[in-house]
């Protein structure tokens, strides 16, 4: 009896913790992803990965270059974490993620035409 009363208890426990929602956050870091101006005149593309750490209560803990196709955008992936932080957390644990983030220029119409 005192087995069973333990199984259901976790899972009720289970049921209360949501899950991360890591495509919402990476969603919010791409969307404050900024294009360093040297890019933008370079007409420079790249991706950057960046493992991120929050904290129970989504406060941004720890981040880290994992990949960059080019260093000039390094500091831009990072801002990028920071302005999405705090994000929330359910999870009731300190929780890691890869973040991948891409930068693109857009053309200009000089550019489409051939």
């Known amino acids: 009896m005192v087995a069973a009363l333990a199984v259901v208890t976790v899972q009720v426990l289970a049921l209360v913790m949501a899950a991360f929602d890591t495509e919402g956050f990476r969603a919010r870091?791409?969307?404050?992803?900024?294009m360093p101006?040297?890019?933008l005149k370079r007409k420079l593309q790249g991706?950057?990965?960046v493992q991120v750490?929050?904290?129970t209560n989504g406060s941004l803990i720890g981040q880290s270059i994992i990949y960059s196709t080019n260093e000039i955008f390094n500091d831009a992936a990072?801002?990028?974490v920071v302005a999405a932080t705090p994000?929330?957390?359910p999870t009731g644990e300190d929780i890691n993620i890869?973040?991948?983030v891409e930068f693109r220029g857009h053309e200009s119409s000089?550019?489409?035409e051939e």
Do not use: F, I, R
């Open 78 to 80: 990072m801002s990028a």
């Open 98 to 100: 890869k973040v991948p």
């Open 53 to 55: 750490t929050l904290d």
């Open 87 to 89: 994000y929330k957390n």
């Open 110 to 112: 000089d550019d489409e």
């Open 37 to 39: 101006s040297m890019a």
């Open 47 to 49: 991706d950057v990965t």
């Open 29 to 34: 870091v791409q969307d404050n992803a900024q």
